[in-house]
């Protein structure tokens, strides 16, 4: 059988997910490849990839996928790392910049304004730039690293999944694993349980810490910073509470028109033990 091929997120929040795959042996028998949120999207819609950490709004775009159970990437608070930066108050925002890493955060951030904020407002997207964004336009929709770097000192700031929270009392979920259906035929690899094992290794203690060393000069953060993101303000299981946040969140997002319509959430069945 051919080696499945995984598009991954490189950006810290995906780290402990990858841990097995980076750390492990669970590597060994996968090729992966790196990339932003919406190219892993894409990479599945096109085949190119057979699983993926796709984003929650991809799912409703790409045919033929199913979601590997219990793992995401999610929050129940503040996240940090998925901002709308403004120059003015929120209620005079007329133009927004979007970033083009994204899928799920602008449609959330579209969704917010729909809803909740006001609509009228022009959207653009735009390269995750922030000087760039907010010389040409009101805000910015900044995610991942980028948005962990800025200096929320000098701009009004919103966190949309601590925004999502305070208008619907629900976790939000920002990204899952899924796989190409026909690809599932083509392994004997139980990969739900790959991928669950990888995410609990990676979020053991002694492995947060040796995250947060390599990663903390890389965003020119505090090893502290690092592992209360990590530990505080992503949550990574995809329980009963963020499945109803995710199903809320589709059909807010598909009512105002920020997303197409609904599907049903599928999820790869688990594997059975061999007869003895």
């Not at 490849?33 to 919406?38: A, F, G, K, L, Q």
């Not at 057979?50 to 790409?62: F, K, S």
């Not at 709308?84 to 925002?93: M, R, T, W």
């Not at 949550?235 to 969140?249: P, S, T, V």
């Amino acid at each position: 059988m051919r080696r499945l091929r995984i598009s991954a997120i490189s950006y810290l929040n995906t780290a402990p997910l990858m841990w097995d795959f980076e750390h492990a042996g669970a590597g060994s028998v996968f090729d992966i490849s790196y990339t932003v949120p919406s190219q892993c999207a894409a990479q599945l819609a096109a085949g190119t990839a057979d699983i993926g950490i796709i984003p929650a709004a991809a799912y409703l775009t790409v045919p033929e996928l199913v979601i590997l159970p219990g793992v995401a990437i999610a929050s129940r608070q503040a996240v940090r790392s998925i901002l709308l930066v403004s120059k003015v108050p929120l209620e005079k925002v007329r133009t927004v910049a979007l970033d083009t890493s994204s899928l799920t955060s602008v449609a959330l951030a579209k969704t917010l304004f729909a809803k909740w904020w006001g609509g009228g407002r022009t959207f653009f997207s735009m390269a995750p730039q922030i000087e760039t964004m907010l010389a040409e336009h009101d805000a910015a929709l900044v995610i991942g690293d980028p948005a962990l770097q800025i200096d929320r000192s000098r701009y009004q700031a919103y966190d949309l999944a601590e925004e999502w929270l305070r208008l619907t009392g629900k976790p939000f979920v920002f990204a899952f694993w899924a796989v190409r259906e026909q690809a599932v035929g083509e392994t004997a690899l139980d990969l739900a349980q790959i991928f669950q094992r990888s995410r609990d290794h990676g979020l053991e203690p002694a492995n947060l810490a040796h995250i947060a060393r390599q990663w903390a000069p890389r965003l020119k953060l505090s090893e502290h910073a690092v592992k209360s993101y990590l530990t505080q303000n992503i949550h990574y299981d995809l329980d009963e509470a963020c499945l109803e946040g995710l199903q809320l969140f589709y059909r807010a997002a598909v009512e105002c028109g920020a997303l197409p319509g609904i599907r049903e959430l599928r999820f790869l069945e688990a594997v059975k033990p061999a007869s003895p």
